[in-house]
């Protein structure tokens, strides 16, 4: 079993940078992928960026790569850089723990474990 638990999220101006922050906890997320999803208001979760979590290879989705980026630490923390935050960019944000890990998955049913969310508000 795995524990997620993300922070850091906020109200930002457009432009402006905001890190989110998914500690890990439980055994075996070494060999895990982990992801960040979204979900604004009235519409469904979708993908942002993943991480293997042993060779720290990444993967975006089209309309964040260049502005965010995914990393990880050596013990129990993945993190998510936001830069040049559009008003777009407002959601909650999920950390997101796919356990098999053969492939990058993108849609929420590949993943088995996940965060309580954290908000994240740009304003224009």
């Known amino acids: 079993q795995v524990q997620l638990v993300e922070s850091g999220g906020g109200l930002v101006q457009a432009g402006g940078s905001l890190r989110l922050s998914c500690a890990v906890s439980?055994?075996?997320?070494?060999?895990?992928?982990m992801a960040w999803f979204r979900q604004a208001p009235g519409k469904e979760r979708e993908f942002v960026a993943a991480?293997?979590?042993?060779?720290?290879?990444t993967y975006y989705e089209n309309s964040v790569e260049g502005r965010f980026t995914i990393s990880r630490n050596n013990a129990n923390a993945v993190y998510l850089q936001m830069n040049s935050l559009k008003p777009e960019d407002t959601a909650v944000y999920y950390c997101a723990a796919d356990r098999r890990a053969s492939i990058i998955r993108t849609s929420t049913g590949g993943y088995d474990y996940w965060g309580q969310g954290t908000q994240v508000t740009v304003s224009s």
């Open positions: 991480i293997r979590w042993s060779t720290a290879s």
């Open positions: 439980g055994r075996g997320f070494s060999t895990y992928v």
